[in-house]
């Protein structure tokens, strides 16, 4: 396995805040970081020693940036197969692009899932009006109907409670490729955000619990409240994930928790560090983004139990505005992503609070 030591550069694909909070880290560490984006003004040029502007189909600049780092990675996953291709000939790719493959179409994930002996919704893929006819016939109601590829925050979703909704389901997926999937009563969103090393080793964090509004984090609390069996399980779950994809880095898995039952349903995977393990960054001894770069670098995983009791929450838009009032709080911390323009529902901040165990 290649270790990368400290001195050396990390690329890192996309330039928003999980790439910004991930080059702090890796300065931390006595890393140098490049980022690879698009847009100017990227909050993650903000924090890093060198930068290209170009777009992920540039094919020379993303050969230029790849043979400029000693390793590479990325902080969306929805990067292009072929950026991907490109750049792993030219430098090592951490995650790899299988990850990326899985995680970016809904229907290969929900397969992977079952081949990996995860449990996930009942599901149905649909094209056409036919099939999601046929589709709803097998999956029954409620359900919801999902994009395959590019859904994210609820966006290319349909709530199918009747066949009426039907109308409806191909309007929203813009008639391209979809699942239809069957609606989980669940208590609890959980999410576990767990690192495998390029040496094999696995650590998951403790299971983080989440609450969306409209779709996008709110809050996340540590510890969830799950049972003792629930928490072991999710953990066993996440590292299982990471093992069937050879995973190299942090990834999160997604899961729906029956209190009930004890039943654990797995929603979706992310091949990156993710807005529900933010709270690592202050209420763990490795934050998250610090826990990518040893993986990738192949350095030891460092702790990953949690300091306390533990509360993020997410500053969308004019949320950040109110930065006076976290400053002034004696038990929070404040993380402001350096954006300027703080549009409705826009990530551009954090606050964590720590009620340390000690
Ligand atoms: P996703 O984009 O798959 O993460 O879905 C966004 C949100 O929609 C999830 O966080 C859940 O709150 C809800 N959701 C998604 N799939 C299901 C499902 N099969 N059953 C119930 N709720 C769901």
Redesign the pocket.
Known sequence: MTRVNPGGTIGILGGGQLGRMLALAAANLGYRCHIYCPEENSPAFQVADQTTVASYTNEEALTDFARAVDVATYEFENVPAQTADIVSKNTLLRPGARALMVSQD?LVEKEFLADSGVKT?PYQAFHSAAELKEAFKSIGR???A?TRRF???????Q?VKSSKDLDKVLSVTNSTPAIL??????DR?ISVIVARSASGDVAAYPVSE?V?TN?I?DITTVPAKVSDMVEAKAKVIAAKVANALEYVGVMTV?M?VSDAKGQI?V??IAPRVHNSGHWTMDGATTSQFEQHIRAICDLPLGATNARGIIRMKNLLGDDILDNEQYLADPKASFHHYGKSDPRPGRKMGHVTWVDADD
């Open positions: 809904r919704a409620p359900s919801v999902k859904g994210y925050d609820g966006k290319g979703q709530l999937e069957g609606f989980v009563n669940f969103e989440n969306h779709h984090l997604e729906f349903i929603n979706e």
